[in-house]
């Protein structure tokens, strides 16, 4: 069935590496996609999206990539900090829908 | 500027209580949604209200699950009859317009923690 899923719940990396937080998708009609990082206690909070007519759209030390012709999307996080410690969530959005689907979500732990 | 808040930050009831969660939104947003978030796992949708209509309850996971929004602003979560697997975190998000082409971004608020003992 349709399902947002992400291929590792943790992720353990060195301050200062980049990470790199995979996830899959499987409905062809979502047109839009969106990275969530929630911090313990606290609501997701937006990172960035990225809309299907594009495949990369950077940030401020994050950068998304969606590849549909394997229906991926990752998101990328240079210099990685210890406050980038987190659970990131990938959310889709159906074309004329409104529902967002979440991601069962990633643990991102940074060691000093 | 204030953010998405949300009364109580926890909740811990008997089986059977009825709760109310409340969740006032970005002054200005006109959409609303409610999530559920179990332990360790993602979001799940329940309800979304574009002004103080809800054209999607499909998410609502009973009939002891209901929502209200009033003046477009404040809403209500009321779970009657709770039941342990009610426990999680219950979610409130608003954003400014809803759906594609927009899409606007979703603010989430820290969420009230229910406890169904």
């Known amino acids: 069935g349709e399902s947002v899923g992400l291929h590792l719940p943790t992720l353990s990396v060195q301050e200062g590496d980049n990470s790199i937080i995979n996830c899959a998708y499987s409905?062809?009609?979502?047109?839009?996609f969106i990275w969530y990082k929630q911090e313990s206690g606290k609501g997701p909070q937006f990172i960035i999206d990225?809309?299907?007519?594009?495949d990369k759209r950077q940030g401020q030390r994050v950068t998304v990539l969606l590849n549909k012709t394997v229906k991926h999307l990752s998101l990328q996080i240079a210099a990685t900090q210890p406050g980038d410690s987190a659970v990131y969530f990938c959310?889709?959005?159906?074309?004329?829908?409104?529902?967002?689907?979440f991601g069962a979500g990633t643990r991102l732990f940074v060691k000093a | 500027g204030a953010g998405v808040s949300q009364s109580p930050s926890n909740k811990v009831t008997e089986k059977g209580k009825d709760v109310e969660l409340r969740c006032d939104p970005i002054?200005?947003?006109?959409?609303l949604y409610w999530y559920r978030q179990s332990l360790g796992q993602g979001l799940e949708f329940l309800i979304y209200?574009?002004?103080?209509?809800?054209?999607?309850k499909s998410g609502l996971p009973s009939d002891r699950f209901s929502a209200e929004r009033t003046g477009g602003s404040v809403s209500t979560l009321t779970i009657q009859r709770t039941q342990q697997e009610d426990s999680a975190v219950y979610l409130c998000?608003?954003?400014?317009?809803?759906?594609?082409?927009?899409?606007?971004?979703?603010?989430f608020g820290p969420g009230t923690r229910l406890t169904v003992l």
């Open positions: 409905n062809s009609a979502s047109d839009y």
């Open positions: 990225i809309r299907s007519n594009m």
């Open positions: 002054s200005g947003h006109t959409a």
């Open positions: 998000a608003s954003s400014l317009e809803l759906g594609p082409p927009n899409s606007d971004t979703q603010y």
């Open positions: 959310a889709e959005n159906r074309s004329g829908g409104f529902k967002t689907i």
């Open positions: 209200f574009q002004g103080n209509s809800a054209p999607d």
